[in-house]
T-cell receptor, first 113, second 115 residues
């Protein structure tokens, strides 16, 4: 079974619309990372969350980690074509500091004009 | 400061050949992680190394796969006698010296195609 579940699997939104991607686990997320991947390329780090209830924003992207540290959401405001790509959540579920991450399968976002 | 570098970016091998994938971590980073991305399966951890040491290889197949991170030079992921099922994107990530929870920065990946 997948340790990190992402939803939706894919999303098509019209330019200018808001959207939310979710990442859920049955285990505690001691460190939760959001990455963006363009097709055929590597992963670009977006944000990292550690504390329950933490929220971070960068430009039009906001990431939150719930109080229980088992769910995170990524919200994009006023989407643009440049936001298109695959969004991946990765997590440290062992609380061991520098450890390998487990990843969700990703959410494929398309933004249409 | 250059990011994580991987080469080659694309690699084509015939069944039975060897594949060598290289990863140069970011400057100042001493931790290297290798992940594999299969179509429709997401990223899976393979092996975690520090300079001259394998810390965790629990995600790496026991046969045909090996990894090293020598004192000098890049980290190498080696796949012997490749099979079609090895076709995937292989990503390397690096992070600084342990001292807390550090972000892993990823390279562009090596896309291996086994014919």
């Amino acid at each position: 079974s997948q340790e990190l579940e992402q939803s939706p699997q894919s999303l098509i939104v019209q330019e200018g619309k808001n959207l939310t991607i979710n990442c859920t686990s049955s285990k505690t997320l001691y460190g939760l990372y959001w990455y963006k991947q363009k097709y055929g390329e590597g992963l670009i780090f977006l944000m990292m969350l550690q504390k329950g209830g933490e929220e971070k924003s960068h430009e039009k992207i906001t990431a939150k980690l719930d109080e229980k540290k088992q769910q995170s959401s990524l919200h994009i405001t006023a989407s643009q074509p440049s936001h298109a790509g695959i969004y991946l959540c990765g997590a440290d579920i062992t609380n061991s500091g520098n450890t390998p991450l487990v990843f969700g399968k990703g959410t494929r976002l398309s933004v249409i004009a | 400061n250059a990011g994580v570098m991987q080469n080659p970016r694309h690699l084509v091998r015939r069944r039975g050949q060897e594949a060598r994938l290289r990863c140069s971590p970011m400057k100042g980073h001493s931790h290297v992680y290798w992940y594999r991305q299969l179509p429709e399966e997401g990223l899976k951890f393979m092996v975690y190394l520090q300079k001259e040491n394998i810390i965790d290889e629990s995600g790496m197949p026991k046969e045909r796969f090996s990894a090293e991170f020598p004192k000098e030079g890049p980290s190498i992921l080696r796949i012997q006698q490749v099979v079609r099922g090895d076709s995937a994107a292989y990503f390397c990530a690096s992070s600084p010296l342990a001292g807390g929870r550090e972000t892993q920065y990823f390279g562009p990946g090596t896309r291996l195609l086994v014919l």
